[in-house]
C-alpha cells in the first residue's frame, strides 16, 4: 500500500479536528433586499432632501399640497411612513452589513491549530 501526501494531508486533518475540534466558520451574514419606494415615498424623500438643503424648516406638506391638491395628509402620512419602514430597513441592513465584517476578521485571526483567537480570549 503506498501512502501519498494528499493520504497524509487528510489524515493531519482529522487528527487536528479529533483533537482540537472543528473549526467553527461564522455563516454569511443574510442578504437584505433593498426595500422598493413608492412613488409617493419617493417624492417626500426627494422634497425633505430639497428643503433640508435650502434650509427650509417647516411643514413640507404644505407647501406639496398648494402646488398639488392632489396631495392629502393621508396621503403624505401614508408615503412619509412608508419611507420611514424604508429608511429603518436600510439602517439595518448597514448595520447587520458592518457586524459581518467584523465576524469575517475574526474568522481571519485563526492560529495553526484551527481555533479562534477570540475563543482563547474567552478562557482567560
Not at 35 to 52: F, W
Not at 94 to 108: F, H, P, T, Y
Request: aromatic fraction near 8%; avoid cysteine.
Amino acid at each position: 500500500m503506498v501512502i501519498t501526501e494528499s493520504d497524509e494531508d487528510a489524515a493531519q486533518t482529522r487528527l487536528k479536528d479529533y483533537l482540537y475540534g472543528t473549526p467553527v466558520r461564522a455563516a454569511p451574514p443574510p442578504t437584505f433586499a433593498s426595500p422598493e419606494l413608492s412613488q409617493d415615498a419617493a417624492i417626500v424623500r426627494y422634497v425633505h432632501t430639497q428643503l433640508a438643503r435650502a434650509g427650509w424648516q417647516g411643514d413640507a406638506f404644505r407647501l406639496v399640497s398648494q402646488d398639488d391638491p392632489t396631495w392629502t395628509r393621508e396621503r403624505w402620512e401614508r408615503a412619509a411612513t412608508a419611507l420611514a419602514q424604508a429608511q429603518a430597513a436600510w439602517q439595518h441592513a448597514n448595520a447587520v452589513n458592518r457586524l459581518g465584517g467584523l465576524i469575517g476578521v475574526e474568522d481571519d485571526t485563526l492560529d495553526l491549530f484551527g481555533t479562534s483567537m477570540a475563543s482563547e480570549d474567552s478562557m482567560v
